[in-house]
T-cell receptor, first 114, second 112 residues
Framework: NAGVTQTPKFQVLKTGQSMTLQCAQD?????MYWYRQDPGMGLRLIYY???????DKGEVPNGYNVSRLNKREFSLRLESAAPSQTSVYFC?????????????FGDGTRLSIL | GENVEQHPSTLSVQEGDSAVIKCTYS??????FPWYKQELGKGPQLIID?????GEKKDQRIAVTLNKTAKHFSLHITETQPEDSAVYFC???????????FGRGTSLIVHP
């Protein structure tokens, strides 16, 4: 059982380039999330999708866009990458029916912007 | 919104010692408190969680305690082993939300 799968695992971009980070989950969860993790800052929410067809901004949405392609897939796009977006990006999913449930995380995409 | 503070940021112990990590939260309506373990190069994984209707929960060498009056909850690891070395995150969703606010993490180092 794969859980949450993120691609690619590593990427180096030049300033101004665009890129899409892919995420897929096989647990039939309704909700999906994108976080960024920077040293000493914990996990900060970029965007989330409560269910297929909906997306909402999190704490740090500027410079990003998302697409909830279907129930399984939730992608994160950087239209014009900036050095400040150098980070480790994590996708997560959870079920929210029947009360709050824990999140399941992928193993991250390590992104460097030069 | 919810404010979650986690201490200490780094914790170094000898193998076999106990380790305690504490988190405080601001929203008195919060009612779910998970702890995640993140190993190097991996994503966070849930290790234990507690809901507001109980004060303590144990799973082998790990336990979580919750004090709703003081708005804090703690992770306790007994008989630490080198494989416990990792970054640990606490989290709490604000009341009425399912989206957690995370603490900034504690890097636990267990020396053999």
């Amino acid at each position: 059982n794969a859980g949450v799968t993120q691609t690619p695992k590593f990427q180096v971009l030049k300033t101004g380039q665009s890129m899409t980070l892919q995420c897929a989950q096989d647990m039939n969860h309704n909700s999906m999330y994108w976080y960024r993790q920077d040293p000493g800052m914990g996990l900060r929410l970029i965007y989330y999708s409560a269910s297929e067809g909906t997306t909402d901004k999190g704490e740090v949405p500027n410079g990003y866009n998302v697409s909830r392609l279907n129930k399984r897939e939730f992608s994160l796009r950087l239209e014009s990458a900036a050095p400040s977006q150098t980070s480790v990006y994590f996708c997560a999913s959870s079920e929210i029916t029947g009360g709050i449930q824990p999140q399941h995380f992928g193993d991250g995409t390590r992104l460097s912007i030069l | 919104g919810e404010n979650v503070e986690q201490h200490p940021s780094t914790l170094s112990v000898q193998e076999g010692d106990s380790a305690v990590i504490k988190c405080t939260y601001s929203d008195s309506a919060s009612n779910y408190f998970p702890w995640y373990k993140q190993e190097l190069g991996k994503g966070p994984q849930l290790i234990i969680d507690i809901r507001s209707n109980v004060g303590e929960k144990k799973d082998q060498r790990i336990a979580v305690t919750l004090n709703k009056t003081a708005k804090h909850f703690s992770l306790h690891i007994t008989e630490t082993q080198p494989e416990d070395s990792a970054v640990y995150f606490c989290a709490a969703p604000p009341g009425g939300s399912y989206i957690p606010t995370f603490g900034r993490g504690t890097s636990l180092i267990v020396h053999p």
